[in-house]
């Protein structure tokens, strides 16, 4: 079956340094993936979307990947706030549905 | 805009009563979703519709109901509930033609417990 996994460990970094999430996927060939960020108590807040012929998506400080070879795409913080501090979840999209995977928690520290 | 909206925020039910969770959106979105999240768990898809008058299962259906009579409302709802169904709910919304990979606006959630 369809199955999206990313680091369920809390990741903590120092501010200023750049974080890097991970996001896998197997049994799955999406044209899509997006990456939402959470906040606790709140929904998710949609950030970036790539399309599978790209290779790479920015926005101010924020970059994913996306590799269809490896299954997998990363998202980059640079320059890291504890503003940034939250739970960090991509989804994959198949025809009018959204798998989710189940977050990654991301601790900036002053 | 208010984009989307649920009510009630927070619910306690009891075993076996039936409630139904409203969600509005006035962004004129044809898609909209119903998501169900436990505690260190992503997002499960309950129901999905595509447009007004229709509406599908997704991956977590079983306990749950839906309509959409309207574009703007996609009400969830529980008719025998169940310790189970214990979780956060969120409704979402997403574009028009396009939507198959537009992004998704998401409600505040409801909080409910089945005790």
């Known amino acids: 079956s369809q199955k999206i996994e990313q680091n369920s460990e809390a990741l903590n970094i120092q501010e200023g340094k750049t974080a890097t999430l991970t996001c896998n996927y197997t049994?799955?060939?999406?044209?899509?993936l997006q990456w939402y960020r959470q906040d606790p108590g709140r929904g998710p807040v949609f950030l970036l979307l790539?399309?599978?012929?790209?290779k790479e998506k920015r926005k101010e400080r924020l970059k994913v990947t996306f590799d269809t070879t490896l299954k997998q795409s990363l998202f980059h913080i640079t320059a890291s706030q504890p503003a940034d501090s939250a739970t960090y979840l991509c989804?994959?999209?198949?025809?009018?549905?959204?798998?989710f995977g189940t977050g990654t928690r991301l601790k900036v520290l002053a | 805009n208010a984009g989307v909206t649920q009510t009630p925020k927070f619910r306690i039910l009891k075993i076996g009563q039936s409630m139904t969770l409203q969600c509005t959106q006035d962004?004129?979105?044809?898609?909209m979703y119903w998501y169900r999240q436990d505690p260190g768990m992503g997002l499960k898809l309950i129901y999905y519709?595509?447009?007004?008058?229709?509406?599908d299962k997704g991956e977590v259906p079983n306990g749950y109901n839906v309509s959409r009579s309207t574009t703007e409302d996609f009400p969830l709802r529980l008719e025998l509930a169940a310790p189970s169904q214990t979780s956060v709910y969120f409704c979402?919304?997403?574009?028009?033609?396009?939507?198959?990979?537009?992004?998704?606006?998401f409600g505040p959630g409801t909080r409910l417990t089945v005790l």
């Open positions: 979402a919304s997403g574009g028009g033609a396009w939507a198959s990979f537009d992004e998704q606006f």
């Open positions: 049994n799955y060939s999406p044209a899509y």
């Open positions: 790539i399309r599978e012929n790209e």
């Open positions: 989804a994959l999209q198949g025809t009018y549905k959204y798998i």
């Open positions: 962004m004129n979105h044809n898609y």
């Open positions: 519709s595509v447009g007004a008058g229709i509406t």
